[in-house]
Structure formats: structure tokens, C-alpha cells
């Protein structure tokens, strides 16, 4: 095996079609790809600095559009799709390396018709790749569009909301944070501003999200501090979360 090295815009071919992603219309492009190869015989003297001796892994990057739907953030985190990683060798035989990860923190347009998905695999063959195929489905969560909806809202614990038929309640207050909580249908809370009695408006930033049970919540972090005013919201409509076919060939060109 080589030395560690990186290479990016590695893309041999790209495949997803399927009638399931032809009734979706989500095309998928290959932005880059990182190889990083163990050392001859795992030789630790050998490794780049800042990796382990055994440190294998392989990343594709790609860009989902969508025509149709809006892509939004409000899938499972703990959904990992089931995308098959197998290894192509020299002589053209196979070796399946197992299940790829679905990398965290994606980024979205601001249409929300397209976003970055990155998949990787940490273990290579004990001998020479020519390229990885990365083929299943992964987990896309997405929504036909958005509606606006508004709530009375003032800076007390307990303060219920409504938005449309969304219903939660502030269940904590941390300085310029609140903390909403209800049932799953939060998660189609797409933004969030309040507009104050005095006529300011000031806008919120998700934080984090979760649920235990049946109950879900999400922090909200405002850009100046809280007073009583009125809610705004904007609403995913028809959120689901999808399937998706996918297969990649990534090709390895040393």
C-alpha cells in the first residue's frame, strides 16, 4: 500500500436512477472524494503527521437536487441509511467493507432545493483498490413547501404556543434561549423570529433538537434578549422522510 494521500473531484461514475428517484427528481453530483491509506505493513514511521499507523478511511462528498421537494434538517438523526461500501480490486474481484456512515453537519441552500451529503468508510483491503462502489439508499428528509403561522408569545415558562395545529409549550428559558416542547410535530418548525411589543424583530437560530419517548423538543437561540411580542413562524408542509437510491463509483487514479 502507498502512503497517506488525499485526492479530491475523484468520480469514475454516478448512478440513481430508479423509479423511485425518477418520482422524486433528486439528481445527485459528485463534489470530491478523500482516499487516506494505511502505510506499507502498517508502519507507524511512515504515517503523516496527525494520523494513526492504521488510519484508513474513504469519503465521498456529493450535492442533492431537488426539483420538487425541499430538503430540510428534521430527518432522524440515528437514521444511517443502508449504503453498502464493497472494494474493487486489480484483478476486478470484489470485497464488501461493510456499511458506509452518513457524515454529520449537512449544508442546504437557502431554497432548500439542494444539499450536501458526505459518506464515508473507515477500512480498506490488505491489498491494492482500484475504486469503492457505494451503493443503497439513504434517508432524505424533505417537505412539498412552507406555510407562516404566528403566536402571542411572552418570556415565561409554561407559555403555551400554537402555530396552526403545532402545539408546544416553553418549557425552559436560558437567557436569549427557549427550549419548545410538544409531540414530533415541532420538527416541521422551519424558522422562527419574534417581532416585539416595542416593533423590533429579532430572529432565531435552531440549536439543538431531541426527543425522549414521545416527547420532542428544540432550543431556539434569539439574537438580543427576549420581551413579550408575537412568534413567527414558518412550517414545513408534508414533511416525510424518504429512501433515496444511490450509487457511486469512485475510482482511485495512482
Not at 130 to 147: D, R, W, Y
Request: glycine residues 8%.
Amino acid at each position: 500500500m502507498s502512503l497517506h494521500r488525499v485526492f479530491t473531484s475523484l468520480l469514475l461514475c454516478v448512478l440513481a436512477s430508479s423509479s423511485q428517484a425518477q418520482a422524486q427528481r433528486i439528481d445527485v453530483k459528485v463534489i470530491g472524494a478523500s482516499f487516506f491509506e494505511a502505510p506499507p505493513l502498517r508502519d507507524k514511521n511512515l504515517a503523516i503527521f496527525a494520523t494513526g499507523s492504521t488510519q484508513e478511511k474513504v469519503e465521498v462528498h456529493v450535492i442533492l437536487t431537488s426539483t420538487v421537494k425541499r430538503f430540510t434538517e428534521a430527518g432522524s438523526s440515528f437514521d444511517k441509511g443502508d449504503v453498502k461500501v464493497t472494494a474493487v480490486l486489480p484483478n476486478k474481484a470484489m470485497q464488501s467493507l461493510g456499511t458506509a456512515e452518513i457524515v454529520s453537519f449537512p449544508k442546504f441552500s437557502a431554497d432548500g432545493k439542494a444539499r450536501t451529503m458526505s459518506l464515508s468508510i473507515n477500512r480498506l483491503p490488505d491489498q491494492a483498490v482500484q475504486g469503492l462502489i457505494f451503493e443503497g439508499n439513504v434517508p432524505l428528509s424533505v417537505a412539498k413547501g412552507l406555510t407562516k403561522s404566528t403566536a402571542k408569545f411572552t418570556p415565561t415558562v409554561g407559555t403555551p404556543v400554537k402555530f396552526n395545529d403545532i402545539v408546544a409549550g416553553v418549557s425552559k428559558i436560558d437567557g436569549q434561549t427557549i427550549t419548545l416542547t410538544g409531540t414530533q410535530s415541532l420538527k416541521r418548525l422551519n424558522a422562527v423570529s419574534l417581532k416585539l411589543n416595542d416593533g423590533r424583530t429579532i430572529t432565531a437560530e435552531r440549536r439543538g433538537w431531541g426527543s425522549m419517548n414521545s416527547e420532542f423538543h428544540q432550543e431556539w437561540a434569539f439574537s438580543a434578549p427576549l420581551s413579550a411580542g408575537t412568534l413567527n413562524v414558518d412550517i414545513f408542509e408534508e414533511l416525510e422522510t424518504i429512501q433515496h437510491p444511490i450509487k457511486l463509483v469512485v475510482g482511485k487514479p495512482y
